[in-house]
């Protein structure tokens, strides 16, 4: 938890020097970033996954191996180098089984949504976001289409199981579900892993070359930041706000909806996101998971509506059931 002592240096950026393999690298930092958001930093700049770096510092023991230490809570100097130890993973076929994303979701209070949304610190995190990410088009961004935004582990594709074949993984409808929302929305993909495996189990998966649908972009964790609550600490979300920054002249809070398995990802923009029923246990759940067919008749339902932020996903099951006709004024 951040002392009010230490809020005068939670936004001021730091230049920190890391170490590994013989070389040096320079990332920028800032006292509110956690140590998973400097392990993705370094991660950018030297290939080497967040799981698989370890970082020693002077003075600072084991506090480097919680991902949740705030920056501001070490001794950090910039006169000081940071090392890392760790190995870049040559095989793309990595299962992010480590990833953040196994942890269970938890639910925060409407309040504290609000708050972490509305933090200056958050809203500067953004900002610094949008000014070192680059979303790279695959395709171009279409003139009146709304966006949809997709996370891909649990929501597209279980990757928790193993399978000879990974489309025996893959999420039923995928490619039909995407071939009727394209008529409607641009879609881009955004995972919490990295973009060599974004961009590989799109790939395995027929995403990236499907004749029916185009993908507008691909987003993986650097994209991400990373926010504080009061109950559940620190964590990462999506914040929808890079994307409308990079192309507002295309999507805006009023016409983005993004399915994820985790709530949280949603806080920086509660009222776009949508929370999906996780895919999991393919094998035995693949002959009756009809989660994409059904969200398919939403976001076709909702696709003419002007504002869709001003519904609740929440209730996006009764929405289609009752006939979008009665709640389109509500
Ligand atoms: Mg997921």
């Known amino acids: 938890m951040a002392s009010s002592s230490s809020s005068a240096i939670t936004t001021e950026e730091l230049t920190l020097t890391v170490k590994w393999s013989g070389k040096e690298y320079t990332v920028r930092v800032c006292g509110d970033d956690s140590i998973a958001e400097l392990k993705r930093r370094i991660s950018e700049v030297t290939n080497v996954l967040p799981k698989r770096q370890k970082l020693l510092y002077p003075k600072v023991g084991s506090k480097l191996s919680h991902d949740a230490t705030l ?19 040559d095989d793309l076929l990595i299962d992010p089984v480590e990833s953040p994303e196994i942890l269970d979701d938890f639910e925060l209070g409407q309040e504290e949504v609000i708050d972490i949304k509305d933090k200056d610190v958050n809203k500067q995190k953004l900002r610094r976001r949008v ?3 680059k979303i790279e088009t695959r395709n171009p961004c279409r003139k009146g289409k709304k966006l949809l935004v997709l996370d891909i582990d649990y929501t597209l594709f279980d990757h928790r199981s193993t399978a000879e074949n990974p489309l025996e993984l893959m999420r039923p409808y995928l490619h039909e ?6 008529a409607e929305y641009d879609i881009m993909i955004w995972s919490a ?15 990236l070359d499907n004749t029916n649908y185009k993908i507008t972009a691909l987003l993986d964790h650097l994209a991400m930041i990373t926010v504080q609550s009061d109950t559940r600490g620190v964590f990462d979300c999506k914040p929808l706000g890079l994307i409308w920054a990079k192309f507002p002249e295309f999507y805006s809070s009023k016409n983005t909806i993004m399915f994820d398995d985790l709530r949280r990802n949603f806080v920086m923009n509660p009222q776009n996101g949508l929370t999906i029923r996780p895919f999991k246990k393919a094998h035995a759940n693949r002959s009756n998971d009809q989660e994409l067919m059904k969200l398919t008749q939403y976001l076709l339902a909702i696709a003419e509506l002007d504002d869709i932020s001003k519904l609740d996903h929440k209730h996006w099951e009764y929405y289609t059931e009752n006939g979008s006709k009665r709640r389109r004024h509500a």
């Open 71 to 89: 920056l501001s809570q070490l001794p950090l100097k910039a006169s000081l180098k940071m090392t890392m130890i760790g190995t870049v993973e």
């Open 131 to 133: 000014e070192q990410y």
């Open 177 to 182: 579900f995407l071939t009727a929302a394209y």
């Open 193 to 207: 892993t990295n973009m060599k495996w974004v961009e590989l189990k799109m790939a395995q998966l027929g995403v």
